[in-house]
């Protein structure tokens, strides 16, 4: 898989609390907004192989 580099900016505070996320399981902050992104695509149903949003529809 090949990767794209971009620019990307944030707020300190949220740069932050990546940074201690990603400590806490021991990846880069780099590695840790791929993954955030990973899992946000396959959750929201966007990636290939990934799972469908689930909706709760009650009547």
């Known amino acids: 898989m090949s990767k ?3 620019v990307l900016r ?12 990603a400590a806490d ?5 780099n590695g840790q907004i791929e993954w955030i992104l990973d899992k946000a695509l396959k959750d929201a149903g966007r990636k ?3 799972k469908k949003p689930t909706t709760d529809k009650k009547a």
């Open 48 to 50: 290939k192989g990934d």
């Open 25 to 29: 399981e021991f990846r880069s902050a």
């Open 4 to 6: 794209k580099s971009f």
């Open 10 to 21: 944030i707020d300190e505070e949220t740069f932050k609390a990546i940074e201690k996320w």
